[in-house]
């Protein structure tokens, strides 16, 4: 257990922003913060954060919540790991129990195999330093490619021995759970150590987590990979990991690119070296999701080459899907027979910079000329690489990009400028297509969310119309209740001078009070309660005792409701959002007002119903009071229309 003072300790400093642009790369907007989000994916930003708010919401898939939220669903963490991890950020003390055996068992899975792993490394890296066998072959393999005390310690560099089974057998004896090792890879199934007589190389997560192992081997065994990777795990995806990133990130933003390498020292000899905005994509080709990744904090890649013309094919293949996410490649071949790390060792920094910059080609550039000197003259051949060029060229956004290459292309494959444009717009009237579709399910998405205005897309010329649904005294009871919650959320302590010295909050909750009922909502519901208990016991309430409630229902609502539409400047970019309205925040006491009003309207409207219906039933008894009071229902509702209407103009 995290002691109470503790966690409102990191409450209080773990700024939202400050924590998530460890992940996001955010932009001011406004008062707001917007970035590429996360959690689905998308080429502009929907991703809100609100620094005032200490809150976010993405619009585009609704995941929202505070700092703590954030790290929980990003890192896969419980409520008190992702309170570690932000005191850890601040470093607050958390203080706590050793981790018991007991206390292992009931830790969560995904905790539970972060623990492992750090033993394991802990592991390793003795044996790199501390062993005969390690300090022989695994800290000499490493000093002879030039590493130094610091890149070691940093990557937490490690050896695995080749005796097989110590490693599995220390670990059993510390109580570590059979089934977490083998699920992480580190023991086989016969009880044995899956990596022996290897270089460890610790794979991090974005958040400086290990999550897996790469080890190299030293000897020269040709029945033996010379690389070998951790399995899969719950916490190891290698489709969605670039290695060196957790490391790389804050220089990648700085520099405003990412370096691609293939190898670890590739990355370990450029970092070492000043080159800190360097990854490598490991165990695999490079991944969509590993595009996407770098594209949260840079539109720019550099991918160096060191294989041979048929390897970079079929790399380059994958390499399509850049383009689709409008980002800017462009590819290195190094000189034959160099890696980065030969080739950076060699030439030193600043010959380095210069040779990438010098010789980075644009991505349609290299591929057509690589494929071209393939082809050589065999006009069938000539003819797969145009069709092949054309489909990547189509997949680019940018109208005038595709101009571009379209001339390029056609004076290098010398072929008439035409003929390419209405191939390249076969294929873009089917992505076209596609991309509709895609469009309509978003804003079916972002329509959910939205309740100051409507927006109506043309499927013919595709024009954007906002049609403001507030001009109508239109009464949607879930509008209506989303309305009057959102309004005590965000606006319990501000002060209405109207009334006298009442909070917003004081003057809610009279009116809901008697007609809790009404609320259909759960969420909703719980809210009020919790409200109305402070109100009750004669205590204040703050925004802040809402999005860090301990009910998780009442927490997800607040968070959910207080970042409103005005936010999107996703609208504002695409030039469809001109109105200067003014923030709801600063309309809260017409809001509280007219919200109270429609509440009541609708508490009116169905006493009205009962009692009609009553009358209409009741035919043989006495109604002159039955109808007298409906009369008196009836004026109160048609003042509460009226005034509504005058509000509302
Ligand atoms: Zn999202």
Redesign the pocket.
């Known amino acids: 257990m995290i002691p109470a003072k503790t966690i409102d300790d990191i409450l209080s400093v773990a700024r939202v922003e400050e924590v998530i642009e460890d992940f996001v790369a955010l932009k001011r907007r406004g008062v707001n913060m917007m970035g590429l989000?996360p959690?689905?994916d998308?080429k502009t930003p929907?991703?809100t954060v609100s620094p005032a708010k200490g809150i976010y919401k993405?619009f585009?898939?609704?995941?929202s919540g505070t700092s703590v939220g954030f790290i929980m669903e990003h890192e896969n963490l419980s409520y008190p790991e992702a309170l570690k991890y932000l005191a850890n950020k601040y470093n607050i003390t958390v203080e706590e129990r050793e981790v018991s055996p007991e206390d292992r068992a009931v830790l969560q899975l995904t905790d539970a195999l972060h623990i492992v792993n750090n033993f394991a490394a802990e592991h390793f890296t003795k044996n790199l330093l501390e062993t005969d066998e390690g300090k022989a072959v695994g800290l000499s393999y490493f000093k002879e490619r030039g590493f130094r005390q610091h890149t070691l310690d940093q990557w937490q560099l490690g050896f695995a021995m080749s005796s097989g089974k110590a490693f599995t057998n220390l670990a059993l004896e510390k109580q570590y759970n059979l089934e977490h090792l083998q699920k992480l890879g580190l023991s086989t199934q016969y009880e044995s150590d899956f990596f022996k007589s290897r270089v460890i190389f610790p794979i991090h997560n974005l958040s400086g987590k290990i999550v897996a192992f790469a080890g190299r081997m030293l000897s020269k065994d040709k029945n033996q990979p010379k690389y070998l990777n951790s399995p899969e795990s719950e916490i190891y995806n290698k489709r969605k990991i670039l290695y060196g990133f957790y490391f790389a990130k804050t220089a990648i933003r700085k520099a405003d690119e990412c370096i691609v390498v293939e190898g670890y020292t590739d990355v370990l000899t450029l970092f070492q070296g000043g080159v800190e905005n360097v990854v490598a994509s490991s165990g695999t080709s490079f991944t969509v999701d590993q595009i996407r990744l770098i594209k949260r904090f840079t539109d720019n890649i550099k991918i160096i080459y060191d294989g041979d013309p048929a390897g970079i094919k079929a790399a380059l293949r994958g390499l399509d899907l850049v383009l689709a996410e409008n980002m800017d490649v462009r590819l290195v071949l190094l000189p034959k027979d160099e890696d980065p790390d030969s080739f950076f060792k060699k030439s030193g920094q600043d010959a380095f910079s210069k040779y990438l910059d010098e010789n980075a080609k644009d991505f349609i550039d290299f591929k057509t000329t690589l494929l071209l000197s393939e082809a050589g003259n065999d006009p069938i051949k000539r003819s797969h690489v145009l069709r092949d060029i054309v489909s990547s060229i189509a997949l680019i956004p940018d109208a005038i990009k595709r101009a571009m290459y379209v001339k390029q292309t056609s004076s290098k494959m010398e072929i008439e400028e035409a003929i390419l444009i209405a191939e390249v717009e076969k294929d873009l009237q089917k992505l076209k297509k596609e991309q509709q579709q895609q469009y309509h399910r978003e804003k079916l998405r972002e329509d959910r969310n939205n309740f100051v205005t409507e927006v109506i897309v043309n499927p013919e010329d595709g024009q954007v119309e906002m049609i403001p649904t507030t001009t109508l005294p239109k009464i949607n009871d879930e509008h209506q209740e989303r309305d009057l919650v959102r309004i005590l959320i965000t606006s319990c302590d501000l002060m209405l001078e109207k009334n006298g010295d009442v909070t917003v909050h004081e003057y809610l909750i009279p009116f809901v009070e008697e007609n809790i009922d009404f609320l259909a909502n759960k969420a909703y519901k719980k809210i009020f309660e919790f409200a109305i208990s402070k109100y009750k016991a004669s205590q204040k309430i703050a925004f802040k005792d809402f999005i860090h409630h301990e009910d998780a229902d009442i927490r997800d609502t607040a968070v959910d409701l207080s970042i409103s539409k005005y936010a999107f400047a996703n609208w504002e970019e695409k030039g469809i959002f001109l109105q200067t309205q003014q923030m709801p925040e600063e309309n809260f006491k017409k809001d509280c007002y007219e919200s109270i009003l429609r509440f009541r309207l609708r508490v009116l409207k169905k006493e009205i119903n009962e009692l009609e219906k009553m009358i209409l039933e009741n035919s043989d008894e006495d109604k002159t009071i039955d109808i007298k009071v409906l009369q008196q229902l009836l004026n109160e509702r048609n003042e509460i229309a009226k005034e509504l209407t005058q509000i509302v103009l």
Do not use: I, L, P, T
């Not at 585009?60 to 995941?63: I, L, T, V, Y």
């Open positions: 989000c959690f689905h998308e929907s991703f993405c585009g898939c609704g995941k």
